[in-house]
């Protein structure tokens, strides 16, 4: 802005240029109207260097003028120029907010123009009136009224302004008078005849009386102007022209076209934002132009002189007649500045702690944007209708999974009548307040047991977590344990009672506590065979995981720490690999008859038992993935000897309660011991239960047993068979056991309790893990499934020359899974003339995992307990 302190005290008239430019003025922008005024290029034309002030001003101090020009996106080179990097504006989510956002902005800096202006200067980018103009003068108005208190608190408590520098009663100079600039575009050609300027220049005239005719009656009909002078947002010169029309030149080709108009848009964008083409101004060599620039002076210069003399006394609508007179004050440049620099600070910076002018603001953009405030008053009227919609027929208690499912359900409901760009922000707002109900006491707990079923308890803490970092932020959330609500029920280890048990969260829950309990409650303990566990200090080792390469460990040879692999001698004695109690002593003599030597060890007839680890456990259970020589921490199965083979029975089989009717004899095994080739087949070697290893033993076993056939009927004098009884137990949740011959047949019992099965039959077949019960639930139909739990054998008398043995190997999740077996990996030697009960795991886990049973039947088929599991083998 240009100063000149010797005229700095003179009365001054603001000029406001506001509006719109086109696209076929030199520069795209509508300050070349004042710089034509003036004759100096003050106004940098296509500048958007400093985006953030939108003001540019100019002081005449020859004429006492300032003016003052209000760049907006209405201006289409800062149009372009937002539109050229609108992608790189990240602070703004989407158009429709930048654009309310400019328009706002737009809106709040034409209202200082007419706070601080005697004339508006409107421009207009083509020959008609906009009607637009008429809503955006009522937004003005209304907001002019809400922040009028707010602004005169902020004059009077300027330092720098006193009340005889300026009065501003109604929080403006005056009550601004405006004028309408419009464009009337001719094509530039050679085609005009001569002495037409003439009749160009009265049609203008004619088109300016019958735009002021119109202009007249739309402020008039909207009630913008009125004979209540001081309460309109402007007025309107009485005998006086308030409209100019510029004529203006652009080329004859192609105009109007899309392609026309999207090259010169493209063409402004890249031109460069300090050009000095705005001497180009003063070289339009057409007498049209020079006239413009005269008549625009003496059309603006009239309107000047006036107000540096008597201001406004006879606008409104009567022209003065019957109109009230208009409050009109003058201010110098330095009043003038103070005064700008208040009202703009208040409009930029005070919102965020005025409290008047953030309710204005508010209001502003609700009328900014008729369109979007509908759609917010859809939004907020449906919002409470979608979170009852969301509420409706809700369980006590839901997991995530139903969250969102009935969150996406809501939003589906929503969107039917939410409309407009609030949409996404109410949906923020509805998944929020759903999602703050579903915390709010409703959330389930996520945690899911091993057999597939939730936890119904509400989010809570489980005992063991008390201490660690991750129970901070859940300290407030209850202490317990987790639990499904299904009751399942299930045998003891021997199978001697049936209890009740929780759904399983934890491994050893499943696999050992359980077990560990019910025993607890047995009058009558069975002897166990203990498997090797790791009993090292927790504090001081490692967890390795059970999926780990199988490379071969370095381990120290002390295993002093580690519990000893029991082991079941050759003769008649039960001789433990560590030393048995003294209190179980005494059962062991009354079982096998003998008294063994307690320092006795066994030599193991295959391969070696893997020296275990005294550093590191396995984290899972035994398969043939895990590393050799790591031992669980608790064994998952279970080997122990409930009596003598005197005790069962054949015709009444096993007196075990849960036993379906008829389904609890065991199936005879005839066994020829001295069949050389049935005995090298049954040996049962390999330890660790390899794919390959398990393929060698079919092969073998299917070879051995169709040559056992045939030379039965040459064999006479070796024709001595010894019985020994086995079965196969499976056990359904419902707590139902009964046992199979073969693969998914139950045991064929006579009228007499004779088993019309052959146990050989049993010995050779993969029996399957799980096979269906008889049993169906009732609401669904669906069949139970039954798991292979137990396996029973009993043993002949120490007379015979033939031992049992047990060698267990579980593929429980098809191909694909690895082959489990007991920590002790070596085949199981029995002790002669007892009942011995395999129990096998409840739950199996390979470190990572549960192996859960397969939903296809045709996959639930490829799960099985490989064959020999029943063999036997000559004593030495």
């Known amino acids: 802005m240009v100063d000149d302190s010797g005229r700095k005290e003179n009365r001054l008239c603001i000029v406001s240029l506001i509006g719109k430019s086109t696209l076929f003025e030199q520069q795209c922008n509508k300050s070349w109207k004042f710089n034509q005024l003036i004759q100096i290029p003050a106004f940098k034309e296509h500048c958007v ?58 809106i709040k800096k034409s209202l200082i123009c007419f706070l601080l202006s005697h004339i508006i200067v409107i421009s207009h980018s083509s020959h008609t009136f906009d009607l637009n103009y008429l809503r955006f003068f009522r937004i003005i108005e209304l907001l002019r009224h809400k922040t009028k208190s707010a602004i005169l608190e902020a004059i009077r408590s300027h330092s720098g302004l006193k009340e005889t520098d300026v009065m501003m009663s109604d929080g403006r100079l005056c009550v601004p008078r405006a004028l309408f600039i419009f464009e009337n575009h001719h094509h530039k050609g050679n085609d005009l005849p001569s002495g037409g300027d003439r009749d160009d220049d009265q049609k203008l005239i004619n088109m300016a009386l019958s735009l002021e005719d119109i202009i007249f009656n739309a402020l008039r009909c909207s009630y913008v102007i009125s004979n209540q002078i001081n309460s309109a947002l402007f007025t309107i010169a009485h005998k006086q022209p308030f409209v100019f029309i510029h004529r203006c030149y652009k080329e004859s080709s192609s105009l109007g076209q899309t392609q026309k108009l999207l090259g010169i848009l493209q063409g402004f964008v890249k031109q460069t934002k300090d050009s000095s083409s705005n001497t180009n101004l003063f070289n339009r060599a057409n007498v049209q132009q020079q006239d413009d620039t005269a008549a625009f002076k003496r059309f603006l210069f009239r309107h000047i002189e006036e107000a540096l003399t008597d201001g406004w006394s006879n606008d409104g609508i009567s022209g003065g007649a019957r109109s009230e007179s208009s409050l009109f004050e003058s201010c110098t440049y330095s009043v003038w500045l103070n005064l700008f620099t208040t009202i703009r600070e208040l409009f930029e910076t005070m919102p965020a702690t005025n409290k008047v002018m953030r309710q204005s603001f508010g209001m502003l953009r609700a009328n900014i944007d008729p369109d979007g405030k509908l759609n917010e008053t859809r939004c907020k009227k449906y919002l409470p209708m979608a979170i009852k919609y969301y509420e409706e027929g809700l369980p006590s208690r839901y997991t995530r999974h139903f969250h969102e499912q009935r969150l996406q359900a809501t939003i589906e409901f929503f969107a039917t009548y939410a409309r407009g760009s609030s949409y996404k922000r109410y949906v923020q707002q509805l998944i929020e307040q759903c999602t703050r109900l579903w915390h709010d006491g409703r959330q389930l707990c996520e945690a899911i047991s091993l057999t597939r079923n939730p936890c119904k308890n509400e989010l809570h803490r489980i005992p063991g977590e008390e201490n660690t970092n991750d129970s901070t932020n859940f300290a407030h959330l209850p202490l317990r344990a987790h639990n499904s609500k299904i009751q399942l029920i299930a045998a003891s280890n021997c199978g001697q009672i049936l209890q009740e048990r929780e759904d399983p969260f934890d491994l050893k829950e499943a696999n050992y506590d359980f077990y560990q309990d019910v025993n607890k409650m047995l009058s009558v303990k069975p002897i166990y065979f203990e498997f090797p566990i790791f009993r090292g200090p927790v504090a001081s080792t490692e967890a390795r995981p059970c999926n780990s390469h199988k490379n071969e460990l370095k381990v120290p040879s002390t295993t002093d720490d580690l519990s000893g692999a029991s082991e079941l001698s050759q003769s008649a004695s039960v001789a433990l690999y560590s030393p048995v109690p003294d209190n179980e002593q005494p059962i062991l003599d009354n079982i096998t008859g003998e008294k063994p030597d307690k320092h006795k060890t066994v030599t193991c007839t295959d391969d070696e038992q893997p020296i275990p680890s005294t550093t590191e456990y396995l984290d899972g259970m035994t398969h043939s993935d895990c590393p050799p020589g790591l031992l669980p921490r608790h064994s998952s199965w279970s080997l122990c000897c409930i009596g003598r083979a005197s005790d069962y029975v054949p015709t009444k089989g096993l007196q075990q309660p849960g036993f379906l009717t008829g389904l609890n004899h065991l199936i005879p095994w005839d066994i ?32 051995s047993y169709k040559n056992n056939r045939r030379g039965a009927a040459s064999s006479s004098i070796w024709d001595v068979t010894i019985r020994i009884y086995i079965g196969c137990e499976y056990e359904c949740p419902r707590g139902h056991r009964f046992l199979c011959s073969s693969p998914n047949h139950v045991v064929r019992v006579g009228q007499n309790g004779a088993v019309k099965d052959d146990g050989a039959k049993l010995v050779r077949s993969d029996m399957p893990l799980y096979t269906p019960c008889s049993c169906r639930i009732l609401s669904s139909g669906a069949r139970v499934w039954a798991q292979l739990m137990r396996a029973f054998v009993v043993t002949p008398s120490s007379a ?26 070596q085949p199981i030697h029995l002790t002669e003339d007892s009942i011995w009960v395999l129990r096998f795991p409840f739950i199996y886990h390979d470190g990572e995992q549960s192996l859960y049973r397969p939903q296809n039947e045709e996959d639930s088929a490829q799960c099985l307990v490989l064959r020999d599991l029943f063999s036997w083998t000559n004593k030495s």
């Open 800 to 825: 015979t020359p033939i031992q049992c043995v047990l060698h267990p190997q579980v593929v429980p999740g098809g191909p694909s899974s690895p082959i489990f077996f007991p920590s002790y990996t």
């Open 672 to 703: 020829n011991p001295h069949n050389n080739q049935a005995s090298a087949a049954n040996a049962g070697g390999g330890g660790g239960g390899g794919a390959a290893q398990y393929h060698q033993q079919r092969t073998t076993a299917t070879r």
């Open 49 to 106: 260097l400093n985006n953030e002030d939108d003001f540019e001003y100019y002081y005449d101090h020859l004429n006492n003028t300032i003016y003052i020009h209000l760049r907006s996106f209405h201006d289409t080179y800062q149009l372009l120029h937002l539109i050229d990097n609108i992608n790189d504006d990240t602070s703004i989510k989407n158009f429709a907010q930048l654009w309310e956002h400019k328009q706002a902005n737009f």
